[in-house]
């Protein structure tokens, strides 16, 4: 996502011709995109991309179940007194 930022960052620099952007090659203003496309290709390959939403989810399910497990106790303890 980074790399798609600094895309459009240097992409709009280059249009409005700022700068020293305005004198660089437009091969050097487009790679950002390309390294981004290489960035999801490999996530992708590699079960990158996947592996982070796994941890997501495990993190989202034991959250809950923490919470649940709180207002169980808390039921509990009301019962008791």
């Known amino acids: 996502m980074y790399l798609l930022g600094l895309g459009l960052i240097l992409l709009v620099l280059k249009y409005i011709e700022w700068g020293p952007v305005a004198l660089w090659s437009w091969w050097l203003v487009l790679a950002p995109f ?6 999801w290709a490999w996530a992708d ?5 996947k592996k982070k939403a796994m941890e997501r989810d495990d ?4 959250e809950r179940r923490a919470r649940t497990k ?6 509990y303890q009301k019962r008791r007194r």
């Open 34 to 39: 390309a390294l981004a496309v290489i960035w």
């Open 45 to 49: 390959a590699s079960g990158y991309t």
């Open 59 to 62: 993190k989202r399910r034991d």
């Open 70 to 75: 709180e207002a169980l106790d808390a039921t």
